[in-house]
């Protein structure tokens, strides 16, 4: 059975800072997912990544695929309110996403 | 704009109850999810469904049901409401890859249905 950790499991920032989340597992996954959740309403997919050691970048977060594709990280930049939320990775192996898993998350706030 | 829609956002439910969760999507995707969502449990995959009447177990299956009689709609049926069932249930759907190639797209989720059990 494929697990995803992901630590922190709680984060609660200032406006203007940087953070790192992790997202990490024993498995190799042939894809990787970021989604972020706000309260009441579904997750949103933010990136996909696929190639060992690959970066993305989505304004000011960036998201890396380990070289291993077992692990991922989402840095964000000069954190802003709106980036409050539930932050979930999903990995797995297949194309129709029945093979995904999640991990159970990091919640970040970003005070004013 | 594309969205998976599902029928409530808040449900109470009396134990023993059968329950009927319904989610529809209107941007013609193959596939179609029921997870639910637990503090510190993250998403489980209920039940999936590829096509029109086809159906596959997730992980916690059990006392739950699906239907799917036309693409765009999916059901989830609770047969007989149980206090261990409350919880956010969500439901999603996706692209199916064309030839066989190609990362998995991602979910499109729709924004939940809380449900309590009492």
């Known amino acids: 059975t494929q697990l995803l950790e992901q630590s922190p499991q709680f984060l609660s920032i200032q406006e203007g800072e940087n953070l790192t989340v992790y997202c990490n597992s024993s498995s190799v996954f042939s894809s990787l997912q970021w989604y972020r959740q706000e309260p009441g309403e579904g997750p949103v997919l933010l990136v996909t990544?696929?190639?060992?050691?690959e970066v993305k970048k989505l304004k000011r977060l960036t998201f890396q695929f380990g070289d291993a594709r077992k692990d991922s990280s989402l840095h964000i930049t000069a954190a802003q309110p709106g980036d409050t939320g539930l932050y979930l990775c999903?990995?797995?192996?297949?194309?129709?996403?029945?093979?995904?898993?999640f991990g159970p998350g990091t919640r970040l706030s970003v005070l004013p | 704009d594309v969205k998976v829609t599902q029928s409530s956002r808040y449900l109470v439910k009396r134990t023993g109850e059968k329950v009927f969760l319904e989610c529809v999507q209107d941007m013609d995707h193959e596939n179609m999810f029921w997870y639910r969502q637990d503090p510190g449990l993250g998403l489980r995959l209920i039940y999936f469904s590829y096509d029109v009447k086809m159906k596959e177990k997730g992980d916690i299956p059990e006392g739950y049901s699906v239907s799917r009689e036309k693409k765009e709609r999916f059901s989830l049926i609770l047969e007989s409401a149980s206090t261990n069932q409350t919880s956010m249930y969500l439901c999603?759907?996706?692209?199916?890859?064309?030839?066989?190639?190609?990362?998995?797209?991602?979910?499109?989720f729709g924004s939940g249905t809380r449900l309590t059990v009492v």
């Open positions: 990544v696929v190639t060992g050691g």
């Open positions: 999903a990995g797995g192996v297949g194309l129709s996403g029945q093979n995904f898993v």
């Open positions: 999603a759907s996706s692209l199916f890859p064309k030839w066989d190639k190609g990362p998995f797209y991602g979910y499109t």
